[in-house]
T-cell receptor
Framework: EAQVTQNPRYLITVTGKKLTVTCSQNMNHEYMSWYRQDPGLGLRQIYYSMNVEVTDKGDVPEGYKVSRKEKRNFPLILESPSPNQTSLYFC??????????????FGEGSRLTVL | QKEVEQNSGPLSVPEGAIASLNCTYSDRGSQSFFWYRQYSGKSPELIMSIYSNGDKEDGRFTAQLNKASQYVSLLIRDSQPSDSATYLCAPYHNFNKFYFGSGTKLNVKP
């Protein structure tokens, strides 16, 4: 089954404690991205990656890091989480050059609370 | 000006009615347009895509695109309570520019 898998799905942590949210896709997609979703603000892009070792900032990259060492994985790292990073996070993937170019496949989401 | 504008709603319609969701966008380079449905706390799922001016129908859903007016809409016929969700409009330009509207919340009342 084609899917994007995120872990953990739910996490409560404290300010300053480093955490990583993993994302893995099994569709061999070149493009992967991270979004955060907050009430009234919609989906905002954090980082994206066009391929292995190629990453770039989205609209709200402050406080986040990413890496793309393998095509299937795109972890999101919060080095020193703060309460304003409490949000619902989505990983998504897509494949350029297909008839439906631009369609995003989303993971199930990770709800993060930083106390 | 936001890249994508949607009425946040909620839009309330009775069961069986037509729900009309609207979206305007600012990027004239947008090539394709996607509508995602998102249930509360869940991930967005694609329900329609449209690339050319005009109408595209898929079951109870019809997407309409007018690039000159920078306007895209989604019609849901015979609305069902299960259609109650937030609908996100997403124009696509290239992989460096992915935009989403804030979404329109639809309530279908039995």
């Amino acid at each position: 089954e084609a899917q994007v898998t995120q872990n953990p799905r739910y996490l409560i942590t404290v300010t300053g404690k480093k955490l990583t949210v993993t994302c893995s896709q099994n569709m061999n997609h070149e493009y992967m991205s991270w979004y955060r979703q907050d009430p009234g603000l919609g989906l905002r892009q954090i980082y994206y990656s066009m391929n292995v070792e190629v990453t770039d900032k989205g609209d709200v990259p402050e406080g986040y890091k990413v890496s793309r060492k393998e095509k299937r994985n795109f972890p999101l790292i919060l080095e020193s989480p703060s309460p304003n990073q409490t949000s619902l996070y989505f990983c998504a993937s897509s494949e350029p050059g297909t008839p439906n170019t631009g369609e995003l496949f989303f993971g199930e989401g990770s709800r993060l609370t930083v106390l | 000006q936001k890249e994508v504008e949607q009425n946040s709603g909620p839009l309330s319609v009775p069961e069986g009615a037509i729900a009309s969701l609207n979206c305007t966008y600012s990027d004239r380079g947008s090539q394709s347009f996607f509508w995602y449905r998102q249930y509360s706390g869940k991930s967005p799922e694609l329900i329609m895509s449209i690339y050319s001016n005009g109408d595209k129908e898929d079951g109870r859903f019809t997407a309409q695109l007018n690039k000159a007016s920078q306007y895209v809409s989604l019609l849901i016929r015979d609305s069902q309570p299960s259609d109650s969700a937030t609908y996100l409009c997403a124009p696509y330009h290239n992989f460096n520019k992915f935009y989403f509207g804030s979404g329109t919340k639809l309530n279908v009342k039995p």
